[in-house]
């Protein structure tokens, strides 16, 4: 279904209101770039590994003869930090250089922009949150990041077909759900599998990352359809906008305090 095109004298978004949000990004960019740095001075060295099974063998060798080989480890203090600080760029590009670019996409009812960093950000954070929970095969994590990226081009496609205030073609929102639970639904699996079979689970404040982050990556979702619906404040694209700028800050907050004060404090 092809997009609808907003008229030029008819924006979706004021020049006042995009002014606001101008000044919204810049604070929320500072903020993440406060938090990506401080990560980066204060936390240790602790690091992850990303490996392979080699099976040493052709297939149906069995697993006991074959091996787990480490292709290389990273400091999860990076890690942490690179999604904050993935943030804090495009804030403040939005708020400085891309400015212009910004407004002219918030005018017609869409941002481009913001699923491109969505893309990065929060695919480091849920490989990540993988990583914490044991997976660390880089197969698996490579196709963690991959559906994860999907869910976030569904979004990008479902602003780009529909125009807030109009009937939404639906179907990429659907698919965008359908490829994001794939992520969860792996670690999911890999707790229950360390409980089950190993019996052997994670620490606690594992669980409180999967609980959180999983209903914060799903508020962004509940966000989408209240634009598209038209429910409430929501009627309003640049309120959506707002949400989405809050959600991002408490979602990456909530990720990289839990982390670092578990498992990154001095």
Known sequence: MASIAVPLDTPVV??????RLRRFNLVMGVLHLVSGGFMLLVSNDFSLPVTSFATNGPPGTPLADG????????????GTAGFLLLSAVAHLYV???GFSFYASELRAGRNRIRWIEYAASSTLMIVLIASVVGIY?????????????AMILFGWLMETVNQPGRPAYWSPFWFGCIAGIAPWKAVTASVWISVA??????????YGILVSIFLAFNCFALNQWLQYRGKGRW???AHGEAVYIWLSLIAK???AWQIWGNTLIE
């Open 14 to 19: 004021s020049d006042d209101r995009i002014d």
């Open 67 to 78: 091996e787990v080989v480490e292709a290389f480890s990273y400091p999860l203090a990076v």
């Open 95 to 97: 708020a400085t250089l």
């Open 137 to 149: 095969d880089a197969g698996a994590l490579l196709a963690i990041a991959g559906a994860n990226i």
């Open 197 to 206: 079979v190993a019996d052997d689970g994670p620490p606690g404040f594992v």
């Open 235 to 237: 009627a309003d694209y």
């Open 253 to 255: 907050s909530l990720l």
